[in-house]
């Protein structure tokens, strides 16, 4: 019996299962009835909202097209064959001063390179067979290039005077010597003040340039002379309203050509700041009274010649002895290119004068022995050998062999000691 009991069991529960699950069909499908219109609701108000987003897109104005175009600027627009004009469309285009500069400084250079380029070559073509002397200049050649050569060196720098009031050698040495030169010796003015002194400058230079290229060469006329003079009075008056008196005299202490050539030719001297003005003062005076005239001429030479030697015994009288000595002493060639040569080298000063003596007493030494005519002749020119070797050993010992190697190079007078 209760096999028959169970299986009663199993099919009473299959059948509750079977009715629950009829009645949750029954249910579910009920609720979706109810439920289907709200979802076309929304679906509909879905699709009228993006309906209207789009005709609301359609309907704002296209953004504006960015076209994007190239500088159409070419260079040929502001060449030209006439410099004032390319230099005017230079500016125009905001080309920095320093660059217009450059620029037109490189064109004219070129030009007048191909007109020297034309007077080294004889004409002749080239053909690789024929030795060099076939397209060697003649004399009559050789003689119109320096002509010509000489009338080019003499246009360029006015012709880039008149274009750019520059000055051509100062302007050309900033690419091979020191560009900063102007603003290391007038650091004592303000930047603003240097520039317009500078400016000065070289409005008075070209001034000054134009009138001499106007003279003839070295002999400019009584009148030319007067006119020069004049515009030296205004270029002075001219910084003077820009610069304090003592600024105005450090500027020509710095920048004179008398102020230069004093630099030049003290070297050994080294004189103090006191008496560098001294004899400034004095250089500058005899500068000025003799600026201008033709020194070929002989009147005016031995005028300037006995006016420099009062000036000479001048500053000797307000040096004092000592120094008076030393400075006579600076105006020796040689003794320059020691001081030079051991600055150089890094030797104490007093090798030069060591050098000097020992020069001098060798060749009195030679002197002495060629005046004995009582020597025979082998033992003067042994003793002539023993000279020059002497001397060479002794400047080699005071000099170093770096130093000598140089220094023997010019040193003429040592190998002429041992010469009969």
Known sequence: ??????????????????VGFFWLR?????????????????????RTQAAAAAAAERARPAPPVLIYRTNQFQWSQLESTDYRQYIANLR??????????DIIITDVMRVYAARRGQFYQNGRAFKYWETDEKRKLNQTQLEEREAQLAQID?????????????NYEREVNKYFVDAEEDDRRLAFLSEDKRARVLALRDQFEGRREQALWAAPVGKPTPGQIEQLRQIDREQEAALAGEMT???????DLTTSPTADRMRRELIGFNPSEAEFREIFSREQALDAAY??????????????AADEQAMREDIAAALGPDRAAQFEQAGNPDFQSLTLLAARFDLPPEVSQAVLDMRRLAEEARR?????????ADRRDAALIAIQAEAERATRETLGDKAYAEYS???????????N
């Not at 125009?92 to 500069?101: F, I, L």
């Not at 033709?294 to 005028?303: G, K, L």
Request: proline residues 6%; glycine residues 6%; hydrophobic residues 45%.
């Open 368 to 376: 002495q022995i060629l005046s004995n005519q009582d020597l025979p």
């Open 409 to 419: 190079r010019g040193a003429t007078w040592i190998r002429g000691l041992g010469a």
């Open 291 to 304: 600026a201008y005239q033709d020194t070929n001429d002989e009147s005016v030479r031995a005028a300037k």
């Open 26 to 46: 029954v249910y579910c499908n009920h609720r979706l009835a109810q439920d289907r219109p709200a979802a076309g609701q929304l679906a509909d108000s879905l």
């Open 245 to 251: 008196a003592e600024e105005l005299y450090e500027f």
């Open 92 to 101: 125009a285009v905001g080309c920095p001063e320093p660059t217009v500069r």
């Open 1 to 18: 019996m209760k096999p028959r009991l169970i299986v009663l069991i199993c099919l009473f529960n299959l059948t509750l299962l079977g």
């Open 154 to 166: 003499q246009e360029l720098p006015a012709i880039l005077r008149e274009l750019l009031g520059i």
